[in-house]
């Protein structure tokens, strides 16, 4: 079930709902999603959560504004450059990416940092900077670390990073970004300085108190050893913890304490849930986009990215004189974000985009929980692995799942850098919570530090189609939705539902994701996914029944007119996913009849490889096809969102 949108939906509409999960993370999220909850009572104990974690550490979250005098205005963002010791002279060598902090879209002016003093200097053109206005040295744009080089500034010598670093590493604060609630109104423009000494005393005295605090909750587990987590340890990144400041340590561990000391189990749950969320934004992997100029989370890209500039959110949160949450990161921002979830919940709507508008349109008799009208109705979760449940015959009037995209994204990997503190918080009686790590052999995702290749993917993947199956009422579907830009994991998934018995009666292509998701824009990756709906019998349509290349196009482009009459202009990433469902599904027909689900792995891969190939190469297919532009100029698809929404029900990075 993943992060839960099968059952979700499933259970919207007023299905009985069964879902399971090898990762605990999942279970608990979707438990989080359909569980009920006293919105109100939560709000109130979360209010007081917030006070009582800000008469402790606020001060640390406060500066001196210098362009009016304002004191202990709050802050919004750090800014924390990475520091290396030159390999020649022993001097601190900043790595310097570039020196703009922040374009003049979202803010008047280009703001920069002198190269020389570190002084911040707002301009106007785009080229010839001109000097610091403090020390005279010239504004550049580009800084001296490029492709693991950076020249050290008091020597010249060519230092190399990361290498293989022995521990994490160093960071200078170098920039801040306040709100100024008194001075907003009638000031253009964000407001931005150079750390003074009372903010650089503000840290230290942070990390003094830090120091002097005995952990409970902060993990003191090992980043183990993976495709993902393999960045981190060149880095120098061995433990969790060191992937976290001191002041962001101190603010979350007094936040797992105040969780932990909260009566109603409910509740407390919903509060561990937010703290999972909360440590997205308060680590020192975030970076700031210098366009839209705020935080971005740890996940806006599904890996472990470690860029040169890192951003310290203000881990309270801060709320202007409308009651509207300023920035992002912070605990207050995070409860109105669960609380907005929960209504939904209780009174789901869509949205339709309306030009420039986006109307809500609520839909009636659509609830999203295990209780409906105050009665319960069934929604269970299992953090087990669906290959081995147990189901009885002609039992399932349907099965929905979103399978992992072979090695497209390593959840376990990214799972546990929440899991390791939310495990501390749920105890290890939360079912799945007995585990050191959300890491399973049973996970099906290709993984090369763990041996898991191609035959395992198919092999596990058919396991849970054959079982599926066997409980499904006849003529019930199995309905899945898949995309990767690599033809043998379409192999896999074909393999695994002529292995289950199922015939493919209808790939549908769907966009799928946000062209704007930040890890995919301007990569001309696929946000189409093809939806397979499977059945032991039925019938299809006659015109998708393909037997030449010719055949093949025609139907591929007949879809790419759909997709535009809905705003979508197809890349050709999206294209050739669009060619490998049609091709997946009509090997599945072709192979149907004969299949041998007995031969070894290897064999079977091979053929249905055959069998997607007759036609020839499915990237010159794909090319042979033809996109048309959008009819109109709806967003709904648009590649280049200028905004990006949060999913209403994630509070982990899946």
Known sequence: MGGGTPIIEANRVGCDVEGFDVNPMSAWIVREVVGHLDIEAYQEAAHDLVGALRSEIDRYYRTTCPLYGDVDVPVKSFLWIKVLECEACGQPVDLFPGYLLAENRRHPLHVLICPGCGELNEVERHENFGGCTACGTTLLQRGPAHRGRCDCPHCGHANAYPGEAARPPAHRLVAIEYYNPQRKAGHKGRFFK?????????????????????????????????????????????????????????????????????????????????????????????????????????????????????????????????????????????????????????????????????????????????????????????????????????SLDAVFTDPPYFGNVQYAELMDFCYVWLRRLAGENADGFDRPSTRSPAELTGNFSQSRGLEQFAEGLSKVYVRMARALKPG???????????????????????????????????????????????????????????????????????????????????????????????????????????????????????????????????????????????????????????????????????????????????
């Open 194 to 394: 150079k750390p003074d000494a009372e903010d650089l005393a503000r840290v230290a005295s942070a990390t003094e108190r830090w120091r002097r605090t005995s952990a409970r909750f902060v993990p003191e587990e090992r980043i183990p050893d993976g495709d993902e987590t393999a960045r981190l340890h060149r880095w120098g990144y061995s433990h969790y913890r060191e992937m976290f400041n001191p002041r962001q340590l101190l603010g979350l561990e007094l936040s797992c304490r105040l969780i932990a000391d909260t009566k109603d189990e409910r509740i407390r749950r919903a509060l561990a849930t937010n703290l999972s969320d909360l440590l997205r934004y308060q680590n020192m992997l975030c970076r700031y986009d210098a366009t839209a100029l705020k935080a971005l989370d740890i996940f806006s890209v599904h890996g472990f990215p470690v860029s040169l500039v890192q951003c310290e959110s203000n881990i309270l949160g801060i709320v202007n004189g409308a009651g509207t949450n300023v920035g992002s990161g912070g605990w207050m921002n995070i409860v109105d974000k669960y609380v907005r979830a929960k209504r939904y919940c209780e009174t789901p709507y869509e949205v339709r985009d309306a030009h420039s508008r986006r109307i809500r349109v609520p839909i009636e008799g659509e609830r999203i929980g295990e209780r409906l009208n105050g009665a319960l109705r069934r929604a269970v979760v299992h953090c087990t692995d669906a290959a081995e449940v147990e189901l009885a015959a002609d």
């Open 476 to 654: 019930a579907p199995l309905v899945f939705t898949y995309h990767h830009n690599k033809l043998d994991a379409y192999c896999a998934v074909g393999v695994a539902i002529l292995d289950s018995g199922l015939a493919c009666s209808a790939s549908l292509p769907c966009p799928a994701e946000m062209g704007g998701s930040i890890h995919i824009h301007g990569t001309g990756s696929s946000i189409v996914d093809t939806v397979f709906v499977c059945r032991d019998a039925g019938e299809t349509d006659k015109a998708w029944l393909f037997d030449s290349r010719e055949r093949l196009i025609e139907t591929v482009n007949a879809d790419l007119e759909k997709l535009s009459a809905a705003g979508r202009r197809a890349t050709h990433g999206d294209i050739r996913c669009i060619v490998f469902g049609h091709l997946t599904r009509m090997a599945v027909w072709n192979l149907r009849s004969t299949w041998d689900g007995a031969l070894p792995t290897t064999e079977k891969l091979a053929e249905f490889r055959r069998r997607m190939t007759e036609f020839g190469d499915p990237d010159e297919i794909a090319r042979s096809t033809t996109a048309p532009d959008p009819g109109g100029d709806s967003p709904l698809f648009s590649q280049n969102a200028d905004t990006l929404e949060e999913g209403i029900y994630c509070a982990v990075p899946f």
